[in-house]
């Protein structure tokens, strides 16, 4: 049994029953955008490697391990998540298949040098930060939802070095920061080819945003159904649950 931290639980990991995740409310529990990062993003089966920036508690790599058999690296620049990501692979006994670098993502360019990823996924913080921010509290939680350590441009620039000449970068995102995301992923040859807005409910305005770009890839771009997470009687809509429950 892998250790744990007094502020931490053992969770199912959501529709994939057979595995599990180590989580912390004060520290990180994955959410939503997790979930749906996972269901939009298409996987290499049996050929390639993926690479999943800011992997936290490596929620991504676990959501994806029944879904392709490719190695699969997580990069986690926060000390408490790094370890409670390795522990969770350890939990899931995915080592095998799943490797955690402890490291910032700025510098995976240089790491990995000229070896590059068919698939690079990326959960990013999504607020522009503060000084007022930089001084929450929580450092754990300030880190993983604002640009502490990263800017938006830079999550971008070091995915598209990450990807090889054909391969996919998947990112989900808040929608205000739509156009931010496009010109970026332009300006680094990332060609957006899917994207998808994500809305609570019928009627209300899209809450998160998934893009999908090609690294060298040919203008062509497909805008997705919208994804209902609840019906208008508050219940999860059929493609919410399914995510979830399977």
Aim: proline share 5%; net charge negative.
């Amino acid at each position: 049994m892998v250790h744990l931290y007094e502020d931490e639980r053992i969770d199912y990991l959501l529709a994939e029953e057979d595995k599990r995740i180590i989580q912390s409310a004060s520290v990180f529990s994955f959410s939503l955008d997790a979930a749906l990062l996972a269901r939009f993003t298409y996987l290499p089966k049996t050929k390639g490697k993926i690479l999943d920036l800011c992997t936290g508690n490596g929620v991504i790599p676990l959501f994806f391990l029944n879904r392709s058999r490719v190695p699969i690296t997580g990069v986690e620049i926060q000390d408490r998540l790094y370890d409670m990501a390795v522990r969770n692979v350890e939990l899931n006994e995915a080592k095998d298949r799943i490797s955690i670098i402890h490291g910032d993502l700025r510098d995976m360019p240089d790491y990995f040098k000229n070896d590059k990823f068919d698939l690079v996924t990326v959960n990013p913080p999504y607020f522009q930060t503060s000084d007022e921010v930089v001084k929450n509290d929580n450092p754990h939680l300030t880190i993983a939802r604002h640009e502490v350590y990263c800017t938006l441009e830079e999550v971008v620039e070091a995915s598209s070095k990450l990807t090889k000449s054909g391969g996919k970068t998947s990112m989900v995102h808040r929608p205000e920061r739509f156009i931010e995301i496009m010109e970026a992923f332009r300006k680094y040859k990332l060609e957006p080819k899917r994207v998808q807005f994500v809305y609570p409910k019928p009627g209300k305005e899209a809450n998160m945003i998934l893009i999908e770009g090609v690294r060298d890839g040919k203008p062509g771009l497909s805008i997705l159904s919208p994804f209902y997470i609840y019906t208008d009687q508050g219940e999860y809509t059929k493609e919410a649950r399914d995510m979830l429950y399977g």
